[in-house]
């Protein structure tokens, strides 16, 4: 049976604790920095807070996005997606989906449930 040791899974996921430093929710889901940070983007959070790799439910290790609350809608439409970025180097991190869409307006603001990113353990 394959295996792979949390040291190995840690080391991918702390890239999300060290170098992720803002968030966006996208209209779709990004494929780029570009996509994530203007193309879709919808509103943003900066100053986030990404936990140290933990146990994941079912296997495998994880990291927590804190939960974000009054962040700045910077467009109108659905949300369907988030991205987690690193700005300082141009990086398109981590994307999902919203658990749930919703809808936004220019100049509100938007909260979201924290969020887990994980890596499953091989079958």
């Known amino acids: ?8 899974l840690d080391n991918g996921l702390t890239v999300l604790d060290t170098e992720a430093d803002a968030v966006h929710i996208t209209s779709q889901e990004a494929t780029s920095y570009a996509e994530a940070t203007s ?3 919808l509103g943003n959070a900066s100053s986030i807070s990404v936990g140290a790799p933990a146990d994941r439910t ?12 009054g962040a700045s809608v910077t467009g109108t439409g659905t949300a369907t997606h988030y991205a987690i ?3 300082a180097n141009s990086r ?3 994307t999902g989906s919203l658990t749930a869409s919703q809808s936004v307006t220019s100049g509100n603001t938007f909260s979201l449930e924290a969020l887990d990113v994980g890596i499953p353990d091989p079958s």
């Open 85 to 87: 970025v690193d700005t």
């Open 39 to 41: 193309t879709y983007t």
């Open 58 to 69: 079912g296997g495998g290790r994880k990291v927590t996005l804190a939960a974000i609350s």
């Open 1 to 8: 049976m394959a295996s792979i040791a949390d040291r190995v």
């Open 92 to 94: 398109l991190l981590v």
